[in-house]
């Protein structure tokens, strides 16, 4: 990997001594230029130490210059291995080095005048932003026709040309064409209709700290323990209340977990948003699960982005009120009530001689309290949940996978049936889509199992084969 800290000066940055006024200078290429704003980048990294992402930053670099970008693997055995060769992405350690170093870029060159950098999504390479397009270099300038005055026939016709071209350009000018608005896939117009606030939930996980089964009195190390039914510190102050034995047990440490997965979809489903709301006074607001409260519903329409198991009960009661599944009590599955199918993720269940190659992603559209829109993308597990994000935006994929229809006002959802790859998610196809019952759920509790009952679940739509 090339490292630099000093570089000749281009062409461009020759001394004028010894020219004349009317010399041109030659202009500044696409790699100096790189190099330039790289620099500003280069500073900021080393002010905060980050080797990493400045060893990942000068490689993709270096690689862009060299018009190589390099693949997911590359960046792990260069970046990441600490000295072994390995075969294939071990994890999402990459994507989420590649969304801190894009976020970094956006702050440093959102307010500096210039050029800048950016990492377009869905690439490991560096563009160059804030600039024309470079004229190219080897252009051959057009010598210019002989002196002399056209023909009287091509002076007609050139004449006649003329006047044609500006009675065209009067009519663009005063009748400009009016701009095709965007066509979004049915799930999400419902949020492109509306012209509320959009609050964006990620699914977070509440952590705390247990002593073995002996209390104070245990040799072993305490553990980090997630319990679906404790999701924020107040449900653990609550379960210690009536639980006092416990007490002795558990530790001072108290964690919010995000999943890489969670991070890495809410990347996709922001810049979707951004699209949607672009031209719009609306706001975008970002919170995590356990900060989800009854306000949000009142005032803006909310899109949860996480996995099913990352549901605070806000969005889960209603949610499976309204939906034909039941949520398994692990969050890893799904039932279908009307007919019992049960739909698993590979991911529960790890052995070395089995790599998970199944997954389910899950997205609805209902109904809020206040005439407001939720959106839910989702996954049983990192593969699923990634899908969704990736397919969301995409009419074209969504209508191939086997979708092409309205969302109604109760709201539908759609399940996918996720190929994978351990953590890669690769493709989907449409399992079933329906309408949800959604009417009176913001105006009763859910059932003791918290589904429907199996009379009032929704039938699933037939999936052509």
Known sequence: ?????????????????????????????????????????????????????????????????????????????????????????????????????????????????????????????????????????????????????????????LALGAAGLMALLALLFFFPAAPKPPIWPAIWRPLANSDRPITIVMGDYFLFGQMGSQGPMSTSAPRLVWDHSILTRDDLDIYLMRHPEEGERVTPSREQY???????????????????????????????ASQLVPDAFKSSDVVYVGLLSGLSVLLCDPLFQASGFKLGDTFNDLTDVSTGTKYQSDGVVLTEERIPRVDYGYMASLPGPAGNTIMIIAGTRDPGLLEMAELAGDPARIAAAGFNGNVSFRGLEMLYRVRAMANLNIGATLVLHRELRSQGIWDKSATTDGTPSPSDTPEAAPIPH
């Open 1 to 157: 990997m090339k490292l630099w800290s000093h570089r000749p000066p281009s062409p461009h940055q020759r001394s004028d001594e010894g020219t004349g006024p009317t010399e041109s200078r030659t202009p500044p290429s696409r790699q100096d230029q790189l190099r330039d704003a790289a620099q500003v980048l280069r500073d900021e990294l080393g002010s905060k130490r980050s080797d990493k992402l400045l060893r990942l930053f000068d490689f993709l670099l270096e690689r862009t210059i060299e018009m190589r970008p390099p693949t997911e693997l590359e960046i792990t055995n260069e970046i990441f291995s600490a000295g072994r060769t390995v075969d294939s992405p071990q994890d999402a350690t990459v994507r989420v080095y590649i969304h801190r170093l894009r976020k970094l870029m956006e702050d440093v060159y959102r307010e500096r005048p210039g050029p800048g950098l950016s990492i377009p999504l869905g690439e490991y390479s560096v563009q160059l932003t804030g600039v024309a397009e470079m004229a190219v270099e080897d252009e051959v300038p057009v010598p210019p026709p002989p002196a002399g005055k056209a023909p009287p026939l091509a002076r007609k016709w």
């Open 258 to 288: 995000v999943s890489s997965s969670t991070i890495m979809a809410l990347e996709k489903v922001q810049a979707i948003l951004r699209h949607l709301t672009r031209g719009q006074a609306r706001s975008i607001k970002l919170i995590s």
